[in-house]
């Protein structure tokens, strides 16, 4: 009797905890979530970010499109940022994905981690350290601010196999985009205003030669380019040339974050297949917005900071799930498992391992 007494109480104890979880996860993230642990991390960002971009201006560009990167696979839990590792588990790194091939800036977010832990130590997750730099260099890049909400966690956890799933290829059609939008939670108004994030940054001639020279197989251009931005397209990433040549996204203002993409596009000056496919896809619903957003940056300011907090919101990992990572590029390595291994490896084979190794 007395026995199912305590087992009734201790299931009462386990339901609560299981109901106390999923309340904690579904609070929301918070701007002022470090207010009081580590008041001026938004300026320890940005100063290092701008003191990086003296040397490389394009820090900005790259800086976004690791967020976006990071939030697509597993959601927005620094994934992205886990190396190859064999060791506390198996991490298969996002990072030698092939959408995932170009990225660059990693060793900058570990330069920001570095000063934020000198700041605030095991404070400040790497998740939240992306976030923030995306936002501080869209403001630094002559773009819009805003209120970053706070309180991601890192995950535990890489997913190679979804990488290359979930992240848009620069040659998807508008229903490809969409569909890889829709399952990120993402809508078309979305998908239009954070295509946005291309009025900067740069890409690989790998990324457009098929565009340029013999597209659908037939000798010709893709029919979408303008013909002397196709010319300058083709100086840049000549025919056999390099692919490791660079273009602008955009042509007209290549380091301002502007409403220039969206007029690019009504002119033909979209850069990737996937770019154009907003405007050029016949009766698309997004060719609307695009022309609301070319006339109007404000509109395009508006609809891209409620888009990139949205962005922001995927898949987010808060209260007690993963964790606060010590360095970006693993996973912390905790003691349980130290012990775990001390307990099932027999005392004397590990004695036997400390002798050997002498
Ligand atoms: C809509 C689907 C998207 C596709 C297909 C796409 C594809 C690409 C490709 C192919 C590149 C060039 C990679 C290279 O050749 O080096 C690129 C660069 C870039 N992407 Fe996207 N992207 C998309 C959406 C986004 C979003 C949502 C963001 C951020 C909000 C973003 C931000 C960037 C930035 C800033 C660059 C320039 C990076 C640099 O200069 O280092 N992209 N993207
Ligand atoms: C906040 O960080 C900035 C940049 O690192 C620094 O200049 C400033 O003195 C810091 N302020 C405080 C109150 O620590
Ligand atoms: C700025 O960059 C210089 C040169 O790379 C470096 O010595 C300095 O420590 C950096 N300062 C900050 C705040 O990151
Ligand atoms: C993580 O892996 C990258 C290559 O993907 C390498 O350049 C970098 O040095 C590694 N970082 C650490 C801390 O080992
Ligand atoms: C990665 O995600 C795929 C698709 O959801 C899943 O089948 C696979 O087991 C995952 N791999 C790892 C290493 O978690
Ligand atoms: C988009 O691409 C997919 C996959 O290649 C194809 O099945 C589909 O028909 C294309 N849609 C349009 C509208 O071209
Ligand atoms: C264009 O592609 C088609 C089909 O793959 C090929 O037969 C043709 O030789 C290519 N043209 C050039 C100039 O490479």
Partial sequence: MGFIHVTVAALCCVVVVFVGFPLSSNAELDPSFYKNTCPNVSSIVREVVRNVSKSDPRIFTSLIRLHFHDCFVLGCDASILLNNTDTPTKIESEQQDSPNSNLRGFDVVNQIKTAVENACPGIVSCADILTLAAEVSSVLAGGPNWEVPLGRRDGLTANRTLANQNLPSGLFNLTQL??????????????????????????????????????????????????????????????????????????????????????????????????????????????????????????????????????????????????????????????????????????KSLEEGIVSSF
Avoid: W
């Fill in 178 to 347: 969409k569909s890889a939008f829709a399952a990120q939670g993402l809508n078309t108004i979305d998908l239009v205003a954070l295509s946005g994030a291309h009025t900067i940054g740069k890409a690989h001639c790998s990324s457009i030669n098929s565009r340029l020279f013999n597209f659908s197989n037939n000798d010709k251009p893709d029919p979408t380019l303008d013909p002397s931005y196709l010319q300058t397209l083709r100086n840049t990433c000549p025919n056999n040339g390099p692919e490791t040549n660079l273009a602008n996204f955009d042509p007209t203002t290549p380091d301002t974050f502007d409403n220039n993409y969206y007029t690019n596009l009504q002119d033909k000056k979209g850069l990737l297949q996937s770019d154009q496919a907003l405007f050029s896809t016949s009766d698309a619903d997004t060719i609307s917005i695009v022309n609301t957003f070319a006339s109007n940056q404000d509109a395009f300011y508006e609809s891209y900071k409620a888009s990139m907090i949205k962005m922001g919101n995927i898949g987010v990992l808060m209260g007690k799930n993963g964790e606060i990572r010590k360095q970006c590029n693993f996973i912390n390595k905790k003691l349980v498992d130290q012990l775990d291994l001390a307990s099932v490896v027999p005392k």
